[in-house]
């Protein structure tokens, strides 16, 4: 999900100039390099085009090497955890909690419980140790503890 914000037409403007001038940069300084390699090996001493790409080739292929170690330590961790996991279902949704798990979790009784339940805006006060005190509904009178 991409998040975006209100931008003034302004800022979109330097946003779009300054990538535009980013762009022509770098296809010029990759023309002119590229171009470079070209003509310096065409004009050189009848050098073969190879020994000019060979140290970048010997860097890329490094890099391909480390990219494939890694695809394969994913997908090995993958097809373990396929393996481990194949009869469990992780992803089941949680029993709902009952009135009654919650007045006990909380101390109240079932009345106030419900009272919460259909209640739009409550206030609930506590004590020193955290405990429910009262609890303040809109619409209706205090339930004192």
Not at 16 to 27: E, P, S
Not at 44 to 68: M, N, Q
């Amino acid at each position: 999900m991409i998040i975006t914000t209100a931008r003034s037409r302004a800022g979109l403007l330097l946003d779009a100039v300054l990538t535009i001038i980013g762009w022509i940069g770098f296809v010029y300084l990759f023309g002119t390099g590229i171009l470079a390699i070209i003509y310096g090996a065409a004009q050189g001493p009848r050098a073969p085009l190879l020994p000019l790409f060979s140290p970048t080739l010997g860097t890329l292929s490094s890099y391909a090497v480390i990219a494939a170690a890694n695809a394969a330590i994913l997908i090995a961790w993958a097809l373990y955890n396929h393996w481990r996991f194949k009869d469990q279902d992780r992803r089941k949704p949680l029993k709902a909690v009952g009135a009654g798990h919650l007045a006990r979790s909380f101390a109240l009784t079932l009345d106030q419980v419900d009272g919460l339940a259909v209640t739009k805006i409550a206030t609930i006060h506590h004590d020193a140790q955290g405990y429910i005190v009262e609890i303040s509904q809109i619409n209706s009178e205090s339930m004192l503890l």
